[in-house]
């Protein structure tokens, strides 16, 4: 069991509250027409489930219903950060290039 | 192998007062190199290592562990064994582990308590029912046993289960497998590692594998916190860790881990001498031979490592048991513990070659894999030793993720995901 803070609510709220939308930014390949089977496959269901901090979404599912970015660590459920969708991406790139 | 377990001996050894046992299995460090490597000494790597020995004749095999031998999801899961899964792979691939366990006791000379006392799968819903007798249908095809009851037949066979139509989630009826059942969840890793060692597999605990030496696409070695061990063939069994081991040889795995919670009550007289468990109303439960209830939850749906999960899921299921069998409300739960299991999209497990040469995983079994374990090891054993699959795993390859031939098994896989 851990707390959440909603960054669209700015509340801490228990993890009951939410729902949990799995791993953050797999982009949907572009002309989807001359993607190969491994590139729809790798899009579809490949996964990082990293041991360590994870990019994922949550959804506020029983408080406002937005979907929000949380920087967790799936180790020991530390909880680095939260977003909107739109801030999260740009804190995500920025933690990618560096 | 040698059989040294017997009645004979006990009574020998009895008038000796039990002095003179020797241990089950041999600890040993690492050597510098070894034919197959696997990683991870719970039930499926053990199995692997023993068939291995046994039916490929592989000499020079180590079982690298980086905790204790059988203290993952061996030690943490319910025990349940059973074979009615809707597809014929997935079928075919269970009901081949299930006649492995028929024989278990016998073939690894280690009493593994496989215990064929049934399973019920209980059906809430019209559609619930619907299903039940497709797959009921589906396992007589291949040869499973299985029948569709009503539910005045449960209650019937399970006096204490609540069939009143007072309930949130009535009872409309089950499946059933009579050949089903429990079986000693440590003394199936226990028995896999005295046997497998008795063919000279060395098995090595404490002894992380931390990076693997691959070159050209090709397996040279892994390198361990207990030194560089060179091996042509590693065969990777790390249930929960397995995208961690993939990620270090730069593979891609469809796989996430989640926590799956247990917990067991005080010991009781016998009440319940079969297994029910239930998709919709979300729990499972049998009895030991303590005599505690051993109850089973659902998956944490966020992805986790931890090996605890949350309180609210068991509060769920305990509300599910309780549903279901009234006269447990009053038990008091002992213990509760939590596993990581490696879940893949079509709640089938991946038991496969991989693009790099001589590298093998067995992996994704999610909430199910206890029931897996002789089969699992059998036909992975087969993979390695041949560098190719074995009939019963074809259809489980890495691949399917990326050519479409998805093995759908969430509606029998236990656990509702
Ligand atoms: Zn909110």
New interface residues.
Partial sequence: ?FVIRCPHCCEDRE??EF??G?EAFIARPTEPESQT??T???Y????????GW?W?MWGHSTGCRKFFVVK?N????AIDGVWSLAEGKKAYETEVKA | MNKDYSFWKLFTQGLNKHQGWQPAWKSVAPKSSYDVVIIGAGGHGLATAYYLAKEHGVKNIAVVEKGYLGGGNTARNTTIVRSNYLWDEAALLYEHSLKLWEGLTEDINFNVMFSQRGVFNLGHTLQDMRDIERRVNANNLNGIDALALTAEEVKQRIPLINTSKNTRFPIMGASFQPRAGVARHDAVAWGFARAASHYGVDIIENCEVTAMDIENDTIKGLQTSRGYIKTAKVGCVAAGHSSVMARAAGIRMPIESHPLQAFVSESLKPCLDTVVMSNAVHGYVSQSDKGELVIGAGIDHYTSYTQRGSPHIIEHTAAAIIELFPMFSRVRMNRQWGGIVDTTPDACPIISKTKVKGLYFNCGWGTGGFKATPGSGNVFAHTIAHDAPHPLNVAFSLDRFHTGHLIDEHGAAGVAH
């Fill in positions: 069991m993890e009951e729902s949990y799995g089977d491994e729809w496959g790798d579809l269901f490949m996964k990082k489930n990293p041991k994870h994922e967790r799936t180790a020991n459920h």
